[in-house]
């Protein structure tokens, strides 16, 4: 049974860090892009970040370049979030997902395994 398991949400202050972990199993996701995503209430889903298999290649929104790094450990199966500088906009649901085919990084429609998501709240 593949699974995806995020840890490491909670409740910080603006500028405060956090670092998310999806820790992956049931599958090797080492050949596998993985992805980042958060929503929001009354939202929808939205790109966070993402990283190629052989983590070459990373990819941001907008909205968390330069504050957020995203990095993978295939060795442990798992991908992290690093994120920095938190603002209260940053607040969601945060999910990591596995994309299997070369589809796009930034729409959520391209992954095919998705994490139960982890509450990331910034208090202002």
């Known amino acids: 049974q593949v699974r995806l398991v995020e840890s490491g949400g909670g409740l910080v202050q603006a500028g405060d860090s956090l670092r998310l972990s999806c820790a992956a199993s049931?599958?090797?996701?080492?050949?596998?892009?993985m992805g980042w995503f958060r929503q929001a209430p009354g939202k929808e889903r939205e790109f966070v970040a993402a990283?190629?298999?052989?983590?070459?290649?990373?990819y941001y929104a907008d909205s968390v370049k330069g504050r957020f790094t995203i990095s993978r450990d295939n060795a442990k199966n798992t991908v992290y979030l690093q994120m920095n500088s938190l603002k209260p906009g940053d607040t969601a649901v945060y999910y990591c997902a596995a994309r299997v085919y070369s589809r796009s990084y930034y729409d959520p429609r391209g992954y095919d395994y998705w994490g139960q998501g982890t509450q990331v709240t910034v208090s202002s």
């Open positions: 990283i190629s298999s052989g983590g070459g290649s990373t």
């Open positions: 049931g599958r090797t996701f080492s050949s596998d892009a």
